[in-house]
């Protein structure tokens, strides 16, 4: 039942039947393109309209409510706006490298999302080094953020630009290794795979506690890697102005915005995919009724579902605590999460190897 | 089919992002003016260049990162095997843990995670 990859395969016929070889391979990669570009779009829209209305649910306002119904079109509105913009560009600036750095964070972040089972069949990219994949790519968008700092030759992007390093790579380590807890319970680092090994129960509830401590440990890292508050002191706006962005203008601003918003898509999804069973239905064995309702709900629905929950907890974070200090943010993950991460790392090995899971 | 797919969505957002850069440029206005294109510093005139010296923390931080992060290439291949390995692994891996929990420790001994 709902399974995509029998859609796939219609289409796949229907093009072989109609075209040539060599064709039916550029028309299925450009409608790879074409869906995954639309999503890409319609996902970072979705997440700045979910923003500001959260944002304004919790400081007891409206948010957007006059383009289109329910301020549904604001956010397309402010697209437009913003195309519409001079691309400013500083006079001392590294012309060159102020250019590259916001394609290199559009990529990084489109790259990733490739690589996301959205639901069964529904993975572009399905590699089966997958996990490490993600992790490395994502890691290149702090070049595109330090790029930025520096090429514009302004103190306040070259503070942002520096802070917002100093944060990323020392929250990666975290978000990896919490990552690695999954990789030794399941021994696949192919996402797909690591999907299939929930069929039974998520690795959240079959782990024990151990995971869902590397859960914690990830959910924080990865709000702390993707430059969002309480860690959002490399644009902190009451000190530095806009951080690492401040000199862009237009769309390029832009595009800062919608990397960031899709960097924060994509550590929620694989939060979800990895400790909460992506687009696998909650199952309880033993409640055969339960389980029969909960299969009756399609996968993507359960996906995205997941997803957003998640993504919601993390805007509750940036809107509910205060911004932390540049020491804080550090001692947070050197002296707590990063020890007590190897510590749980050791522990889920143990626990590994004696089969003590279900 | 996949690394023509990696190939196809590094050229996905080449697209978005060049695509859309080259569009505004043909629709945005274009005037010059001299304090538009001054690095912005609430207004007041900038003084000197911003390639300059900063803070040593960064750096610091960063040459600690960079053992955890080799680390981190070396642990996710022994993970993915642990399962098949068995207990032997288990033995390597708080080997390989203690040495670096060393590193770790002389860091915080010498202070070098306090930020200054």
């Known amino acids: 039942m709902y399974d995509f990859s029998q859609l796939t395969q219609a289409i796949h016929l229907f093009l072989v039947q109609h075209l040539n070889s060599s064709s039916v391979a550029i028309v299925e990669l450009v409608l790879v393109g074409l869906l995954f570009l639309t999503m890409y779009a319609i996902l970072g829209l979705t997440l700045v309209y979910m923003e500001r209305k959260v944002c304004a649910f919790i400081q007891n306002r409206l948010g957007p409510n006059r383009v289109g119904p329910l301020g549904l079109l604001q956010t397309v509105a402010d697209l437009i706006k913003l195309l519409f913009k001079e691309l400013l560009m500083v006079k001392k600036a590294d012309k060159f490298l102020f250019n590259l750095a916001p394609f290199i964070v559009v990529i990084a972040s489109m790259m990733t999302i490739g690589a996301l089972p959205f639901a069964k069949g529904f993975q572009a990219i399905d590699l089966n080094i997958g996990l490490f994949y993600i992790i490395s790519i994502t890691s290149l968008g702090v070049l595109g953020i330090l790029l930025a700092g520096w090429s514009s030759n302004s103190k306040y992007s070259l503070l942002g630009a520096l802070r917002s390093g100093a944060q990323i790579i020392s929250y990666e380590l975290s978000v990896s290794l919490s990552l690695l807890s999954i990789i030794m319970f399941t021994g696949s680092m192919q996402l797909s795979v690591i999907v299939e090994s929930q069929a039974n129960g998520w690795w959240i509830f079959k782990g024990h ?62 939060a979800a995919t990895v400790f909460l069973g992506g687009w696998m239905p909650f199952h309880v064995s033993g409640f055969e009724g339960l389980n029969q309702v909960m299969d009756f709900i399609p996968p993507i629905v359960w996906f995205f579902g997941k997803t957003f929950t998640l993504i919601y907890v993390i805007m509750l974070f940036k809107w509910t605590f205060p911004r932390l200090r540049v020491d804080q943010l550090l001692t947070l993950e050197w002296k707590y999460l990063l020890p007590i991460n190897l510590v749980n790392t050791i522990v889920i090995a143990f626990v590994v190897v004696m089969g003590w899971y279900f | 089919m996949q690394s023509e797919l990696l190939v196809l969505f590094f050229v996905l957002g080449l697209i978005l992002s060049g695509g859309a850069i080259v569009f505004s440029y043909f629709i945005m206005p274009h005037s010059f003016n001299a304090t538009k294109v001054e690095a912005y510093e609430c207004g007041i005139p900038s003084k000197n260049n911003s390639w300059s010296q900063f803070n040593v923390g960064y750096y610091l931080f960063a040459l600690i990162y960079l053992v955890f992060d080799v680390e981190i290439v070396f642990i996710f291949p022994w993970g993915e095997v642990l399962k098949e390995v068995g207990k032997p692994a288990l033995v390597e891996i708080l080997i390989f843990f203690f040495v670096l929990a060393l590193g770790l420790a002389y860091a915080w001994k010498k202070k070098a995670l306090k930020w200054e």
């Open chain 1, 209 to 270: 506690i151990p995971v869902f401590i590397s859960f914690l440990i990830f959910l924080i890292a990865s709000t702390a890697e993707t430059n969002r508050g309480p860690f959002d002191i490399a644009e902190a706006e009451s000190e530095l102005t806009a951080g690492f962005h401040t000199e862009y203008s237009g769309i390029k601003f832009a595009f800062f915005f919608l990397a960031e918003y899709m960097n924060m898509f994509l550590s929620a999804a694989l």
